[in-house]
């Protein structure tokens, strides 16, 4: 049985008490919250309100997002941080989200690896004491600073940080880095979306492409699905849909339901 969360962006329009509830008519098992949308984050609302609000909709709030630039280490960096992992401690959040430095400035391997490596270390600490999980998203663009999630796996590993770090799988990204390997028991969470427009070519495709997983999807999502539960992956899967089109959606509940039975089906189908 999948467990099925919703990710913000795909409700953009929603506020947080609305998303709350789409969350619940579909029977996700929680949410992701951003920092990135229009507006303060969960509507401006404490986060100990938020926890008790969460409670009473039986939603979890499964990431904090989003810790941008997490790659390059500066006083900022940490700063932001450590109020993300305070937010996610008070509101029962078991993770924060960390994307990296996606602004195409050329940097070589060596120095790409060396600054992955030194914000792991650096923030390992704050993660330590808080008990909450780095959550690292590797993003497929070219542009993006950490493409692939091998390179974090073998980080983590050489680090010995895995009890504080774990990926998130993008559907997406895994699509764009042209990703064939997959690592279930370092993935903390798994991003979905689809795209379906026949124009872009692979490296033409962005965040607004993405929309709900339908059997018209080019990026090879229920293939990816298979491969992570059949390798243990057991966590969440979250739809994030940043397409305006999904944002616009007049019966959101329904396509969304539609979506997750679509995936939900076609998974049974690819395993028979």
Do not use: W
Not at 209 to 218: G, T
């Amino acid at each position: 049985m999948i467990s099925f969360a919703i990710n913000h962006v795909t409700a953009a329009n929603s506020a947080f008490a609305q998303l709350l509830e789409l969350a619940g008519e579909i029977g996700c098992v929680g949410i992701e919250a951003r920092n990135d949308l229009p507006g303060r984050l969960f509507d401006g609302q404490d986060p100990v309100t938020v926890k008790e609000l969460l409670s009473s909709k039986g939603q979890m709030l499964l990431a904090v997002a989003e810790l941008k630039s997490f790659n390059q280490m500066s006083d900022a960096v940490m700063s932001q941080a450590g109020a993300l992992i305070d937010i996610a401690v008070q509101t029962g959040a078991p993770a924060i989200s960390l994307i990296p430095c996606n602004d195409g400035v050329p940097a070589s391997s060596k120095a790409r690896i060396d600054n992955l490596r030194q914000s792991l270390i650096e923030l390992q600490p704050l993660l330590k004491a808080s008990g909450i999980k780095g959550f690292i998203e590797p993003l497929g663009f070219a542009s993006s600073s950490l493409r692939t999630k091998r390179e974090v796996v073998d980080a983590i590993e050489a680090l010995d940080v895995g009890e504080h770090y774990k990926l998130i799988h993008d559907t997406f990204h895994h699509h764009l880095a042209g990703e064939k390997e997959y690592f279930p028991q370092h993935t903390g969470m798994v991003h979905v979306s689809g795209v379906v427009a026949t124009d872009p070519g692979i490296d033409e495709m962005r965040d607004a492409h993405r929309v709900l997983v339908d059997k018209n999807d080019r990026l090879a999502t229920i293939k990816q699905l298979s491969a992570l539960f059949a390798g243990g992956y057991q966590g969440p899967v979250s739809m994030e849909a940043f397409a305006t089109e999904v944002h616009q959606l007049t019966d959101p509940a329904a396509r969304l339901r539609e979506s997750f039975e679509f995936i939900c089906s076609a998974l049974v189908a690819d395993a028979a």
